[in-house]
């Protein structure tokens, strides 16, 4: 009687799992000044005994974890790629960064020691099947988290990205909160723009993806990305077609990625 009764909470907890393809959960640590929502999207058949690929998704600046999915059906590319999406929040545009500047703004530490963590625990995620990518504000965090600890991850993405810090229109705003004045400290937004951490993956057979609109004002920093990637001799995929930094181009950018991280995990699709 006992088994039987087990084995109905269980098919109980499972349904709900199925039915709950969206999901939300609320952290709090001291490394980010408020709470994160981390919205996640899992295929509509989830199974929690099978494991899957997971991509992360960051937003760009002004935006919030909603805002992809105010972009794109996250739901239907969950259950058609087969795998777990999970939105975080920038938290205030932190720019997915440690601020050398603020010891409250220490979003990388919050995400590899609590966010990352916490997230392989609570859901059937493929340990070596994890992707980041994001737009904007959003490229930048994906290619800096992933530079930081590729063993972490499979591959990485960006669309529209600001992969040199010099080039950002915010430079001598908000980014200053976090790095400080850009005149006095330059040096800090080279040392942390990604193009001058891509060495980091050079001979580690890592293949990544970016994409930029001809329009983007951040085309010509992506094409320097291009260049860097080539003279290390690492595996870059750059798509660029027309297109400005806009939800429009990112729309449809980020499904050629998903359809990009698809073909890593399956080969045989191709």
Sequence with gaps: MLKNKFILV???FFLFLSL???????????FIPRADTIWIFLPQKYNPLQNYPAVYLLHGKGGNYKYWNEIINLPSLA?????IIIC???????YYLNSPVNKDYQYESYFFNILFPILLKRYSIDKEKIFITGFSMGGFGSFNLFLKRPDLFLSCGSTGGLLDLNFSANKNTRITEL?????????????????????????KNK?????CGTEDYLYEANNKF???????KIKAT?????????????????????????????????
């Design 10 to 12: 269980y098919i109980f």
């Design 207 to 211: 293949h990544i993806i970016f994409d």
């Design 88 to 94: 975080p929040d920038g938290i205030d545009d932190l």
């Design 226 to 232: 291009r260049e860097k990637c080539r003279n290390l």
């Design 79 to 83: 259950t058609e790629f087969n795998l």
């Design 179 to 203: 790095l400080g004045d850009y005149k006095r400290h330059k040096s800090r937004f080279d040392k942390y723009s990604p193009i001058n951490n891509l060495g980091r993956i050079a001979g």
């Design 20 to 30: 709950n393809a969206q999901q939300q959960i609320v952290l709090t640590s001291p």
């Design 238 to 270: 750059f798509i660029s077609q027309p297109g400005g930094h806009d939800l429009n181009y990112w729309r449809e950018s980020i499904k050629f990625q998903l359809v990009f991280f698809n073909n890593l995990i399956n080969p045989d699709e191709r």
